[in-house]
């Protein structure tokens, strides 16, 4: 079997920076198995699959070792193939998840995705944030993530995981954020446990990272900033229990693959 294969640089206009997702149209669903080995031979944070259904689309995303429940980049990416290959009339296309619809909107400003928010919920500083670094000050539970607020960008861009260590943290992954001067805030983004160290721009993650600044801050539209080291930049729109995220992506790669 022959199918397409792209690589799309998300949340970012200039190539090599963001974050690469690998996107795979397909024509119906092919084994669990065999997407997890394209998503490893990939090597990427994430791979997106997705097909046709009626006037609509399915996806899923799979790490280089497991399947996911949602994807921020992965998911702009693959809205991006699929109004580079004219798949849809219009503006808007919806993606069918086991995270519910996604909405992605072509905008002025690139492309705009609709997702459900998850409101963290305060815990106790747990005893692995040594593992982490730095001296974090409050610390959330957010379903499938653990949230780390820390008291200064500086502190953020210093952090060294102990990456080995952390892969044993039963969590999808760890955000650490913290207010900025430039934007509104920042965060850094670590699962080793999902097969990926550092994520170089995560959109779930800013589902849960909007409604807590949103509450801090006291404001709606939130300017965002991963820094990682190809850093990603994500405006944000709390809308009741949906955030808006909206960011630009370039295509790097298109090829096909032969299973």
């Known amino acids: 079997m022959k199918l397409d294969i792209y690589q799309i640089d998300a949340f970012t206009n200039e190539l ?7 996107v795979v149209p397909l024509p119906s669903w092919i084994s669990d198995d065999v997407m997890q080995d394209i998503a490893a031979e990939n090597n990427l944070s994430e791979t997106a699959f997705y097909i046709r259904n009626d ?10 070792t497991v399947e996911v429940n949602l994807c921020g980049h992965a998911t702009l990416a693959a809205a991006f193939v699929v109004f ?46 040594k593992d ?13 993530d653990f949230l780390l607020i820390y008291d200064s960008e500086e502190a953020i861009e210093n952090l060294k995981p102990n990456f080995t260590a952390l892969k044993q943290v039963p969590v999808r992954g760890i955000i650490c954020s ?14 080793p446990g999902a097969g990926i160290d550092e994520d170089p721009v995560t959109g779930s993650a800013h589902t849960k990272l909007v409604p807590y600044w ?35 992506a370039k295509l790097f790669l298109k090829g096909e693959i032969y299973i």
């Open 178 to 191: 913290s207010k900025s001067e430039r934007y509104d805030f920042v965060s850094r983004f670590f699962a």
């Open 84 to 129: 580079e290959r004219d798949e849809v009339a219009g503006n808007q296309v919806v993606f069918n998840s086991k995270s519910g619809a996604l909405k992605v909107d072509k905008t002025a400003d690139g492309l705009e995705l609709d997702f459900p928010i998850t409101v963290p919920s305060v815990v106790e500083l747990p005893k692995w944030i």
């Open 16 to 22: 090599f920076k963001g974050n690469p997702a690998m």
């Open 132 to 144: 982490v670094g730095g001296n974090p000050i409050e610390a959330y539970s957010c379903e499938d």
């Open 214 to 248: 949103a509450e801090v801050l006291k404001k709606e539209k939130l300017l965002a900033k991963q820094i990682s080291k190809r850093g990603g930049e994500l405006k944000c729109n709390l809308l009741g229990d949906r955030v808006k995220l909206s960011g630009e």
């Open 55 to 64: 006037e609509d689309f399915e996806i899923r995303w799979f790490t280089p």
